[in-house]
């Protein structure tokens, strides 16, 4: 399986900004997607939002964070980056980045993770 690195995260205060970044340690397959999760303590995991590799102009996002979250790639360095603005508590979590096929990249059955990085927005 693909190696994911994460990286960002961290505490701020809310309506502040962070950004977070996964980096693929191999060249990754174009069908695939490519996004993130997360999940707070005592909640179910969720996707937040991803992106279509073989096109990157197609991402889609939960409701809960349309219009202050943007997924991006930058396919010369396998890394798909998360900026997160207008952060609200309800959004401090674990979040995790995950590739898999888009088919059941929503359902994460068979996605491969990252490490997880927390946010936490007080």
């Known amino acids: 399986h693909v190696q994911l690195v994460e990286s960002g995260g961290g505490s701020v205060q809310a309506g502040g900004s962070l950004r977070l970044s996964c980096t693929a340690a191999?060249?990754?397959?174009?069908?695939?997607?490519f996004g993130w999760f997360r999940q707070a303590p005592g909640k179910e995991r969720e996707g937040v939002a991803v992106l279509v590799l073989s096109d990157g102009s197609k991402t889609y996002y939960a409701n809960s964070v349309k219009g202050r979250f943007t997924i991006s790639q930058d396919s010369a360095k396998n890394t798909v980056n998360l900026q997160m603005n207008s952060l609200k508590p309800e959004d401090s979590a674990m979040y995790y980045c995950?590739?898999?096929?888009?088919?059941?990249?929503?359902?994460?059955?068979?996605?491969?993770w990252g490490q997880g990085t927390q946010v936490t927005v007080s």
């Open positions: 995950a590739i898999g096929r888009c088919g059941s990249w929503w359902s994460g059955s068979d996605n491969v």
């Open positions: 191999e060249t990754i397959y174009r069908w695939y997607c």
